[in-house]
């Protein structure tokens, strides 16, 4: 089975990837949102040449025409996402594929698909985006875990004092924005995340 690292942070461009790359990602997100289309190619391959540099493996969200003509390697689907992507392209280019699941329905969805890893939130409640599911809690993490014969990533409302009952429910990475990206001093606190999660870093 694909191995992820457990921490698995999300940033919005190549600025903030600059930024955090030094702290020792071993596994990032680039989730671009409204930028024209150049930008976003440009984006995708800055980040593919960043992340190749500091041997940190970059999964890119929405975007997977662009990820195949860029030569990426992972890409995040939500389930609307899915709906309107070509998964046999994807996997004829040779790309990993993550996708989100917030329900029953959702995982059976994801799990046709066969997935590199599911994603299941918010976790806890998330203050990024409006979203019509109450937070999972960890019981459904565990219920997750029990039936995904992938890995499975926590996503919301994460910090570094939740982290560890989200690994002990059985999540095998968590994904972060807004604990690292409001955090007055981001670099210091994504340095923190990697020191927490290094337990798991290890199993
Ligand atoms: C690891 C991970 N999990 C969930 C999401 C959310 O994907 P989606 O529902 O498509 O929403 P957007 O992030 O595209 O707004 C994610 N990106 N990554
Ligand atoms: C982008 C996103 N997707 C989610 C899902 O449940 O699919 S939760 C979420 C927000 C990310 O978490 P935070 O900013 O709280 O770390
Ligand atoms: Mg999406």
Same mark, same amino acid.
């Given at each position: 089975m694909l191995q992820l690292d457990p921490f698995y942070p999300i940033v919005p461009d190549?600025?903030?990837?600059? $930024?955090?790359?030094p702290a020792g990602l071993k596994l990032v997100q680039l989730r671009i949102k409204d930028a024209p289309a150049d930008t976003v190619r440009t984006e995708i391959g800055e980040a593919l040449r960043l992340c190749a540099d500091a041997g940190c493996q970059l999964v890119v969200n929405d975007?997977?025409?662009?990820? /195949? #003509?860029?030569?990426?390697?992972?890409?995040?689907?939500g389930q609307e996402d899915l709906a309107d992507a070509d998964v046999n392209a994807i996997r004829d280019a040779g790309i990993k594929l993550g996708i989100s699941t917030?329900?029953?329905?959702?995982?059976?969805?994801?799990?046709?698909?066969e997935p590199d890893y599911v994603a299941l939130g918010p976790v806890y409640p998330t203050l990024l985006k409006k979203m019509p599911w109450a937070p999972q809690g960890l019981d459904r993490v565990a219920a997750?875990?029990?039936?995904? =014969?992938? =890995?499975?990533?926590? /996503?919301?409302?994460l910090t570094p004092d939740r982290a560890p009952a989200v690994f002990e429910a059985g999540a095998d990475s968590l994904a972060v924005i807004t604990d690292i990206v409001?955090? #007055?001093? =981001?670099?210091? $606190?994504? #340095?923190?995340w990697v020191a927490v999660t290094e337990p798991w870093r290890r199993r």
């Open positions: 190549t600025a903030w990837l600059k $930024r955090l790359l975007y997977w025409q662009e990820a /195949i #003509e860029a030569g990426a390697d992972f890409v995040h689907l917030h329900s029953d329905e959702e995982l059976a969805t994801a799990l046709a698909a997750w875990k029990a039936q995904v =014969p992938c =890995p499975l990533v926590a /996503i919301g409302g409001t955090h #007055e001093a =981001p670099e210091k $606190r994504t #340095e923190t």
